[in-house]
C-alpha cells in the first residue's frame, strides 16, 4: 500500500495514536473500513468527520445503547468522553489524509476487475 507516502505525518499526534489504537483494539474493521480496507457491513468512515461531524460522531461511540437508525446495528461501546475525543482525532487525521481521490467517484466497484 502507497499511503506512507501521502500521509501527513507531521500531523501525526498522541491523540491520534491513542485513536488507531482504540480502532485496532476494538476491532472496528470486522464491519467498517478506512480506505477501503476492512468489512463492508458499517459505514466506510475515511471521511466520516466531514460527512458526519464530531458531535455526532461522539454521541455514536459514546452510546450505551447500539446506534441503529439505519437499521444495522453499531457495537455499544460506551467509550468515555476522551476516548471518543481520541477516535475522533484519529479520523480528523485520516479524513485530512492525501488520498490520491480516494474514494473514487463513480463507484470503483464497476472498474474491478471480480473474474
Ligand atoms: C458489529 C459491527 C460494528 C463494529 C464492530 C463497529 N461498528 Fe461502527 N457502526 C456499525 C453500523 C452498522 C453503523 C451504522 C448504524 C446506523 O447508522 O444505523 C455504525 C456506525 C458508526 C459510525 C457513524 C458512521 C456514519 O456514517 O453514520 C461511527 C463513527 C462508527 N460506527 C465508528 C466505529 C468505531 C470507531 C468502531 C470501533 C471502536 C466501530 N464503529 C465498530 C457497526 C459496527
Redesign the pocket.
Known sequence: MEVGKHSDEENLTAQVVRGKV??EA???M???TIMGEGAY???E?TK?VE??GEG??KA??MSKTP?????????A?G?SEEQAND?VAF?TWIGNTDLNGFPPKPDYKSTINTK
Open positions: 482504540l480502532w476494538n476491532n472496528c470486522g464491519c467498517h457491513y458499517a459505514p468512515l466520516v460527512r458526519r455526532y460522531m455514536v461511540l446506534w441503529s437508525p439505519r437499521g444495522r446495528k453499531m457495537v461501546y467509550f477516535l479520523f
